[in-house]
């Protein structure tokens, strides 16, 4: 019904904008493939139109990626090499993850927040028989912001790669793959009104807001990390710039007791920022002044992304992280009356970025 198949548009990014990013692993295009329909995601909920079907030429409309792109790195907390392909995905089928060193049938894992399985120190997802892909947010983030709304993410072992810890090699691939637009609208969440959860002193939360927009505030007794609050609206462009190279994070301290749980055992120096006392460890210090706080609004993006859908709304965390976004998404779909699905006409997109473009959208960001 809102099939558009004549009016297919590429839009080109500039992957060479991309330059300075630090890609640890190795990137390859190997061309385009035709990928299956996808037939096991129903959806969240029936779609309500809130758009008339024949305005659909005028809606923002879906994308996935034009090429299918390799890369090739080490799992953060197994440590084993791991090859992943981006690959393109047809309309309304979301992101799913696919582990091709398991038997084709079961391997399928869709990107919902239904399917998160433990919390503690990344976002895991695991399909019914029990197939499981790990530290998914980093590469969810990274597609999140640039607007992919389908994608079939293949791996050959049980986690995407750490790459350097951050998006930013994922944004690389994303713009090396390209985008290309695809005939049906984009379907957003729109949030109707404000859902909160709690864990004691910590709070995640989704109010209205004609735009995505992320606020974090975390408070680590740490000299270097301390309390620092940023807050960002996550238009066009403005992931890639303000967030994409924040990375993951963690303390000296912590490493032992990790590798001692199995936990981390490829992490280093390469892939996180590594605090002991009041120094940062990393040659070269940090990207940004409160680092710490862009990788949680980061790590949020990617969290909130296992909606199945962009979000239209202000997501508010205070010490969050990827156990509480995940409850905040339970509660929020919990709740009939706290969200709606929308679609967006692509003239108010584009003027959105006119009037918030990447200066004015970095509105605040400050380290107490
Ligand atoms: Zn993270």
């Not at 034009?66 to 440590?79: A, E, F, P, Q």
């Not at 807050?231 to 190279?245: I, M, P, Q, Y």
Request: charged letters at 20%; proline letters at 4%.
């Amino acid at each position: 019904m809102l099939q558009d198949s004549n009016s297919l548009e590429l839009i080109a990014l500039d992957a060479a904008s991309a330059g300075g990013v630090d890609v640890a692993g190795t990137v390859d295009i190997v061309g385009a493939v035709d990928v299956a329909p996808i037939h096991d995601l129903a959806p969240v909920r029936p779609i309500a139109l809130h758009a008339a079907p024949q305005a659909a030429a005028a809606l923002v409309r879906q994308h996935t990626v034009k090429n299918r792109i390799v890369c090739t790195g080490i799992g953060l907390h197994s440590g084993h090499r791991v090859t992943m392909v981006i690959a393109p995905a047809p309309t309304g089928s979301g992101i799913v993850f696919r582990r091709t060193d398991l038997a084709a049938g079961a391997a399928s894992v869709p990107a919902r927040f239904d399917r998160a399985t433990d919390l503690v120190l990344g976002t895991n997802i695991a399909n019914e028989a029990g197939v499981r892909v790990g530290t998914v947010e980093h590469l969810l983030a990274a597609l999140s912001g640039l607007g992919i709304d389908n994608a079939v993410i293949e791996l050959d072992g049980p986690e995407v790669p750490v790459m350097d810890g951050s998006s930013a090699p994922f944004v690389f691939l994303i713009e090396c793959a390209d985008r290309q637009e695809q005939a049906a609208p984009r379907r957003y969440i729109e949030i109707l009104k404000r859902v909160e959860v709690r864990d004691q002193e910590r709070l995640a939360a989704l109010e209205p807001d004609d735009s995505f927009a992320v606020s974090v505030e975390i408070d680590f007794d740490n000299a270097v990390v301390g309390s620092q609050h940023c807050v960002f609206t996550v238009g066009d462009g403005v992931f890639k710039a303000e967030l994409s190279r924040a990375r993951t994070f963690g303390f000296a301290g912590d490493v032992e007791r990790l590798h001692a749980l199995g936990l981390a055992l490829g992490g280093s120096l390469d892939n996180a920022v590594v605090v002991s006392g009041d120094r940062v460890l990393n040659e070269g210090g940090l990207r940004y002044a409160d680092e710490f706080a862009r990788h949680k609004a980061l790590d949020a993006i990617g969290d909130l992304y296992l909606a199945g859908a962009p979000l239209l709304g202000r997501f508010i965390g205070v010490r969050s992280g990827h156990a509480l976004n995940n409850r905040l998404l339970q509660a929020l779909f919990a709740d009939e009356t706290a969200w709606r699905y929308t679609f967006q006409p692509a003239v108010l997109e584009q003027a959105a970025v006119g009037r918030n473009g990447r200066r004015a959208v970095a509105a605040r960001s400050a380290i107490a």
